[in-house]
């Protein structure tokens, strides 16, 4: 089971990767976050399906902060080439993509993109907040 939503800056990405690595009732198989320059992807990949309760907390908590997404034929690629186990840096020359994580919940990675992104831009993009 996967779940695919588009997130308008970092903070909800954070807010939903510290909400995975809390949530012991969900066996994550991997977290990909993709930046977009104007939006963040994220597609959560499960192990296991969730019970129709855990299913809909999670939903509520990924439709209260982000918005589902339909992959488009290069993401979706993309992702298939990651599972298949192509390194982040062959997915990103390949597919002209930033992906930031893939595999388990990385929050550091994401902050770490942050912050050097915004030194090398010098100001803050609406997505970077």
């Known amino acids: 089971?996967?779940?695919?939503?588009?997130?308008?800056?970092?903070?909800?990405?954070?807010?939903?990767?510290?909400?995975?690595?809390?949530?012991?009732?969900?066996?994550?198989?991997?977290?990909?976050?993709?930046?977009?320059?104007?939006?963040?992807?994220?597609?959560i990949k499960l192990k296991n399906c969730l019970r129709p309760p855990q299913n809909q907390d999670f939903l509520a908590f990924l439709n209260e902060n982000g918005t589902p997404f339909s992959l488009t034929s290069r993401l979706a690629d993309a992702l298939e080439s990651l599972d298949s186990g192509s390194s982040i840096a062959e997915v990103?020359?390949?597919?002209?993509?930033?992906?930031?994580?893939?595999?388990?919940?990385?929050?550091?990675?994401?902050?770490?993109?942050?912050?050097?992104f915004v030194k090398g831009l010098g100001y803050c993009p609406p997505s970077l907040v």
């Not at 994550?28 to 939006?39: F, G």
Request: hydrophobic share 45%; glycine share 2%; charged share 20%.
């Open 1 to 43: 089971m996967q779940y695919i939503y588009y997130f308008a800056n970092t903070s909800l990405v954070l807010r939903l990767l510290t909400y995975l690595s809390k949530q012991a009732p969900i066996c994550l198989d991997s977290a990909t976050v993709i930046y977009l320059i104007d939006r963040w992807v994220v597609r």
């Open 92 to 116: 990103m020359k390949r597919y002209h993509l930033v992906v930031i994580s893939h595999g388990g919940v990385k929050p550091a990675d994401l902050t770490e993109f942050r912050s050097t």
